[in-house]
């Protein structure tokens, strides 16, 4: 598996610098505690990240609550934004650069223009007095710090502009001692190809590559792109954040770069082997902060990222994988997914069954007709030829086994007669009603009422929420979770609801997809169909339940 790639030898050294704890909080819906910010910065110093920087002392009350009590880092050194000396005051006479200089943070960067146009009209203040900002504030925050960044913004626009002052303000914090001159493609506007130019005119100009660092945005999905361009050209620190997070279209994807740069370029990043394995957890830990959904597109680590559909990319998978995979998925501490649906063929289902650990050979039609014909249908289940002539009639009834393998994995375990009947609905009743509460306004409140039989014995429990599954949901966690506690530790994450192409008008069927989570991490989906929402949504549920209790009840 991958054993014919070339080992890298790791040679010259790329700086990583992260700015979630401040880009990413400029993120439209995104607001980070303190609390939240020590989390992931702790993630962030787990995998041996440079730079951390925190935010911004002195401008809002999270960030001056981080730095007062910063977390300890093993590996990461903290830094503090803030930006250089106003118009009009001396370094050490400006209340806003001080503030970034007096935290436990002993690395500083601050940031400047660069552009004659924001000099001119966004402050107003002559050219040659931003070149004076610039060198004053780094000399004096030499005498505060143990090491200085400046962040030339907007400089990539500002070098289009007018090469020869976006060189002299980038030149001015060099010569002032700042150990870092980044430069900030801060509009998002600039090409991979503009940026190899104007990096490689800048090292000619003066700056050695070696105290150049690259700041992007996404606004023309080019961030990732021209930070590799970039460090090709020359730069040796990378600014980004986890999973893109920023403002407007978001930053650099450092989960992107850091395998690209490491594993493609053969550049030491200081992330180890054994730390990029854990790429994964630190993105998934970024969106459970974030309360979102994972981006099961995301490169490298998402949970699409290698998972192969078509029968014959499986085919040719199962022979070597670099058929279809660029990388390695466990050098990234992500998995390789063999997909079942109704492009699927043999080879996608052999490679799925050995990957759960079922043997083909030991599933008979027989035992898929019985286990379907529970199912509510409109196909004879005995019509089927095989497990994927099954799957492929199941998807046209609406069932999408690509995005719910934990119902296939089900499907497949309750023919060979693994699954134990952990609970029985009998029955139940949902009740909804809208009506005004005691301030005149209208809410809908919904009751489910379930019966269920758990070894031998019936319950009855009744559940209130905000509709009629989350009711359901409510009244069927009363009765297990007094059988099964792991139960409590079960969360749904995402519910999701869509008409099947297969049929049309007021018969159509629902197709209902549900993933769930537990309190170790583990993710599952689950899906149901049936022409009446709430069967389909009850449907999924209860098989989400199931393959918790079967699957990791005693992990």
């Excluded at 001692?177 to 801060?186: I, K, S, Y």
């Excluded at 909804?432 to 269920?452: F, Y």
Aim: aromatic fraction near 8%; charged fraction near 25%.
């Amino acid at each position: 598996m991958f054993s014919g790639q070339i080992e890298i030898v790791m040679a010259e050294r790329v700086y990583l610098y992260d700015t979630t704890l401040r880009d990413g909080a400029q993120t439209q819906g995104v607001d980070f505690s303190a609390a939240d910010k020590v989390r992931i910065a702790r993630e962030l110093d787990r995998i041996g990240i440079d730079y951390v920087e925190g935010g911004w002392p002195g401008a809002n009350p999270t960030d001056d609550a981080f730095f007062a009590d910063p977390p300890a880092f093993k590996r990461s050194r903290l830094t503090a934004f803030g930006m250089t000396r106003r118009a009009g005051r001396s370094a050490d006479n400006d209340p806003g650069l001080n503030a970034l200089l007096v935290t436990p943070a002993r690395v500083a960067t601050m940031v400047g223009k660069s552009w004659d146009f924001q000099v001119t009209v966004a402050l107003g203040i002559e050219l040659d007095e931003n070149l004076r900002m610039v060198a004053d504030s780094v000399q004096h925050a030499l005498t505060k710090v143990e090491e200085v960044m400046f962040d030339a913004e907007h400089f990539f626009d500002g070098y289009k502009a007018n090469p020869a002052y976006a060189l002299a303000a980038a030149k001015a914090a060099y010569d002032a001692g700042a150990r870092w001159v980044v430069l900030c493609d801060t509009n998002g506007g600039t090409l991979p190809h503009e940026m190899r130019r104007i990096v490689s005119e800048v090292i000619k100009g003066g700056i050695p590559g070696s105290h150049l660092g690259v700041h992007c945005h996404n606004d023309s999905d080019t961030a990732v792109a021209n930070s590799l361009a970039a460090v090709e050209a020359g730069v040796r620190q990378v600014q980004g954040t986890l999973n893109g997070l920023g403002e407007r279209c978001g930053n650099a994807n450092l989960i992107s770069i850091i395998p690209a740069l490491t594993l493609k370029m053969g550049f030491d990043t200081g992330i180890a082997p054994e730390d990029l394995k854990n790429l994964v957890s630190v993105s998934r830990a970024l969106d459970e902060v974030l309360d979102r959904a994972p981006n099961r597109g995301q490169p490298y680590v998402g949970n699409s990222a290698f998972a192969h559909k078509g029968g014959l990319h499986v085919s040719a998978v199962a022979k070597d994988p670099r058929c279809y995979e660029h990388v390695d998925p466990a050098s990234v501490g992500n998995l390789r997914h063999i997909v079942m649906s109704d492009q699927a063929g043999r080879s996608n289902l052999v490679a799925r069954l050995t990957e759960i650990g079922v043997d083909l050979d030991s599933i008979k039609r027989e035992s898929l007709v019985r286990v379907v014909d529970q199912m509510q249908v409109t196909f004879d289940a005995r019509e089927a030829t095989d497990l994927v002539d099954l799957v492929k009639r199941l998807e046209h009834e609406g069932y999408a086994y690509d995005q719910a393998a934990a119902s296939f994995e089900l499907l497949v375990r309750r023919a060979l007669g693994e699954v134990p009947e952990y609970f029985q609905l009998e029955r139940y009743r949902v009740i909804d009603e809208r009506r005004r509460n005691a301030h005149g306004e209208w809410i809908t409140l919904s009751e489910a009422t379930v019966k269920v039989e758990v070894g031998g014995v019936e319950y009855m429990e009744v559940g209130e929420g905000t509709g009629p599954v989350h009711a359901f949901d409510v009244a069927l966690r009363k009765v297990l979770t007094r059988v099964y506690p792991a139960l409590t530790a079960m969360e749904l994450k995402d519910y999701r609801v869509r008409i099947t192409e297969s049929t049309v008008g007021t018969a159509a069927k629902t197709r209902v997809t549900i993933e769930s989570e537990d309190d170790k991490g583990h993710r599952w989906t689950t899906v149901g169909v049936h022409t009446n929402v709430l069967e389909a949504s009850l449907e999924a549920l209860q098989d989400s339940i199931t393959f918790m209790l079967f699957r990791f009840r005693d992990e």
